[in-house]
């Protein structure tokens, strides 16, 4: 079963571990206690958007960056393949290339 909150916490894990920050060091900038920021990252606890937001700003991070990775991480388990164009009907109409298309590159 996919569980969001273990694939977002993955994706904050992966965030700040790229960044070779540790566990304290957000926690401490995000205001969050370091035992939730933990929970969240072991997608054992439901992060409220209020601390999403903050943890996202603690990293630096958009909170749209991270749900935008978290929506490929639950497409790809779900074994959906994430496309790479917009379907002209979520864009304007002077956008559209061939096809009614538009790149998302």
Same mark, same amino acid.
């Given at each position: 079963?996919? =569980? =969001?909150?273990?694939e977002l916490g993955d *994706? =904050?894990?992966d965030l700040r571990?790229?960044? !070779?920050?540790t566990l304290r060091e957000v926690s401490g900038t995000a205001r969050v206690s370091l035992g939730y920021l933990s929970e969240v990252?072991? !997608?054992q606890k439901e992060a409220s958007s209020e601390l999403l937001s903050s943890i996202c700003g *603690? @990293?630096?991070t958009p909170l749209s960056v991270v749900l935008s990775e978290v929506s /490929?991480?639950?497409a790809l388990a779900e /074994? @959906?393949?994430v496309p790479d164009v917009v379907p002209a009907d979520l864009v304007g109409e002077d956008v559209r290339g061939?096809? !009614?298309l538009v790149s998302a590159a």
């Open positions: 079963m996919i =569980l =969001l909150r273990r *994706a =904050l894990r571990q790229k960044q !070779g920050r990252e072991r !997608g *603690a @990293l630096g /490929d991480r639950v /074994d @959906l393949r061939p096809e !009614g």
